[in-house]
């Protein structure tokens, strides 16, 4: 018999221990693709821990960053690939953490200039009195509309573009009708060739009629003026055949503007539809027409006999006030008209002195063709639960008018006016900045045997009536002028806005253009620039071009460049505001706001507002 195979034994390894230091020694299996982009993350750690910089400095140090990491990154023998895909991940962080850093800034800036004091009479702050509902008026929109359903309203408002902000907004109104206007109202507006509302007017005047503040945001020629002048004529009656209107007694409503013309335009349209109402056997209405240059016996002769409507420019306002002429005692209605101007012009403090003559809550409207975010918050500061209308965007050029621009040589513009009177028929307004140019277009016109008027702040009031009233009477096919005559002035059929020279701002240059293409007809606009411009000026007239759906010449496209880059990304984010906020141009930010600047550097330097008004108070 076999001896039993020895059974061969084998001493067996601890299997924990052998276990345990394979697992410390183990290394998984990486490929070598991972194990490189593992080691570029490295470097990167490495080389962005030891920035340890202010901002400033920062961009510099990552553009050397970006270098090493290149350097070291050919060293490791790292795929040119996967360097790239770093490398753009490193911009990317980089270029968003720039717009952060935009964003706050102009966060800042904002909050820097934003009206903070709410505007009210002294006696209110003297009582805290703080208005929080809306004056209570009599008007209703008629029972058939205000049973249908909201989508409706929201239905009109889309299809004329109309845009509201704020509680509870009264329907939108299609018809004159509707808005329960008497018939000889009705028929005055027909006679002025006015049929049916426009958009502004659809939404704007319901909200009057219900007593609410409001801020009026249209493009020029939209019809904005009817919208504050036809309840403030409908409070007026409503006033006086309750108790008639004593000797002193008034105003009971208040228009301040910031141009004479402009105050004389609206004073013809009140008491245009104030005849068609007295022939109806309706008490007389009276407005008084308080505006420097004119004497003040005028006015007051008016006011003696109790005034209903006043309009007036706000020094002049002041100094009566101040005298004790007039009171607001009784006045219920406000309407600041083209209040982006007269902020911008210095007006703010008198706006604020007006408002401390008030006695009780009155209804305040704003309106403006422009309207930055600093006035809408100034704005807020004077309203009580507003509505804000906007047709189009605030500060955008009339889609009615075809802008053109030219490149012209300084020394060749004066000729090439010439030429450019040919693309259209009279009547034709010319702008320039300076009143020697408008000196010098009118005499070289004249020359040529083209009628011409001239009107800027060097002439004399009178000069300047008459000159208005020959071109609108079509005496004369030119007016030429400063921009006394850019602001809400309506001269009727204007064909062709020539710009002798680009404005300064943007929203001036809207105010320029918007003379023509009113009332739904068409214009042209052209404009002169040459290298003497502002480079942010032309940007934002790029801008405007762009949206308007214009031609942009090819010396303007190519402006911009980088600084279009980071408008573009930080105007992605809904919450980002197109262009400026202070100003409401396109081309720029905040940031680089020309206009803001040259606020800051007056103030600095230590001019007063007093100062800087009296610097342009001959053309206002
Ligand atoms: P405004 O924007 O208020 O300066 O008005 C500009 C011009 O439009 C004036 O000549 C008005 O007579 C005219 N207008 C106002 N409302 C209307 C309307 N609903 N339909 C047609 N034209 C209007």
Redesign the pocket.
């Known amino acids: 018999m076999d001896s039993p195979k020895k059974l061969k034994r084998y001493r067996r390894e601890d299997p924990k221990s052998s276990s345990d230091e394979e697992e410390d020694s183990y290394e998984p299996y990486i490929p070598v693709k991972e194990r490189k982009k593992q080691r570029m993350k490295q470097i990167l750690k490495i080389s962005q821990d030891e920035d340890a910089s202010t901002d400033s400095w920062k961009e510099r140090e990552q553009r050397e960053q970006e270098e090493d990491v290149q350097e070291l990154a050919r060293k490791n023998n790292i795929s040119l690939l996967d360097q790239h895909t770093e490398l753009k991940k490193i911009a990317e962080a980089r270029k968003e953490s720039e717009l952060e850093k935009q964003r706050r800034e102009e966060k800042r800036l904002l909050e820097a200039v934003a009206e903070k004091r709410a505007l009210m009479g002294v006696s209110e702050l003297a009582r805290g009195v703080q208005y929080e509902d809306s004056v209570v008026t009599a008007w209703r929109p008629p029972r058939r509309i205000l049973a249908m359903d909201e989508k409706r309203h929201e239905r009109v408002r889309r299809k004329y573009k109309i845009l509201v902000e704020g509680d509870e907004v009264p329907p939108p109104l299609k018809t004159f009708a509707d808005m329960k206007f008497p018939r000889c109202i009705i028929k005055a ?1 027909q006679k ?7 958009p ?2 659809m939404q704007g005047i319901p909200a009057a009629l219900q007593g609410r503040d409001m801020i009026g945001i ?1 493009f ?8 504050f002048i036809l309840p403030i004529i409908m409070f007026c009656l409503e006033q006086e055949k309750k108790l008639p209107f004593m000797g002193n007694e008034g105003p009971y409503g208040l228009i301040i503007v910031p141009s004479r013309e402009l105050a004389k ?1 609206i004073k013809d ?1 009140i008491e245009f539809i104030s005849k068609f109402v007295e022939a109806d056997g309706m008490p007389e209405l009276r407005t008084s027409l308080a505006i420097g240059g004119e004497p003040v016996a005028a006015a007051m002769q008016v006011v003696r006999k109790g005034v209903h409507i006043m309009v007036s420019t706000p020094g002049r306002l002041i100094d009566m006030l101040d005298k004790k002429m007039v009171r607001l005692d009784v006045c219920r209605y406000l309407v600041m008209d083209e209040a982006d101007r007269m902020i911008d012009m210095g007006f703010e403090e008198d706006v604020r002195t007006i408002y401390s003559y008030f006695k009780a809550q009155r209804q305040t409207l704003l309106f403006s063709a422009t309207m930055p975010k600093k006035i809408q918050n100034f704005a807020r500061s004077a309203l009580v639960k507003p509505v804000t209308v906007n047709v189009g965007r605030a500060g955008a050029a009339s889609m009615n008018v075809t802008q053109e621009v030219e490149y012209v040589k300084q020394e060749a513009k004066v000729t090439h006016i010439l030429t450019c009177l040919n693309k259209t028929s009279p009547p034709v307004l010319i702008f320039a900045e300076k009143k020697q140019d408008v000196d010098l277009i009118q005499e070289y016109l004249l020359l040529k045997g083209v009628t011409a008027a001239a009107i800027h702040g060097g002439k004399d009031q009178e000069e300047r009536s008459a000159a208005v009233q020959a071109f609108q009477r079509g005496d004369k096919d030119v007016l030429v002028a400063t921009d006394v005559a850019s602001k ?1 002035l ?1 001269f ?1 059929g204007i064909q062709h806005v020539i710009n002798y020279d680009m404005p300064d701002d943007i929203e001036n240059y809207v105010h320029r253009i918007g003379r023509t293409g ?3 007809q068409h214009g042209v606009a052209t404009t002169f620039i040459n290298k003497a411009n502002d480079e942010s000026v032309l940007l934002d007239l790029k801008h405007l071009l762009i949206e308007a759906k214009q031609k942009v010449p090819p010396f303007l496209l190519m402006l911009g460049g980088g600084e279009d880059d980071l408008m573009a990304a930080l105007e992605t984010n809904e919450e980002d505001e197109r262009g400026c906020s202070y100003c409401g141009g396109l081309g720029h930010r905040i940031t680089a706001c020309p206009r803001l600047e040259a606020m800051q550097n007056k103030q600095a330097a230590g001019i007063g507002r007093k100062d800087y008004l009296a610097a342009n108070a001959a053309d206002y």
Do not use: F, Y
């Open positions: 507006l002025r060739g006015i049929e049916k509302p426009s502004i007017q249209a020029t020629g939209s019809g904005k003026s009817m919208v335009q349209n809400g309506d009727p009113r009332s739904g």
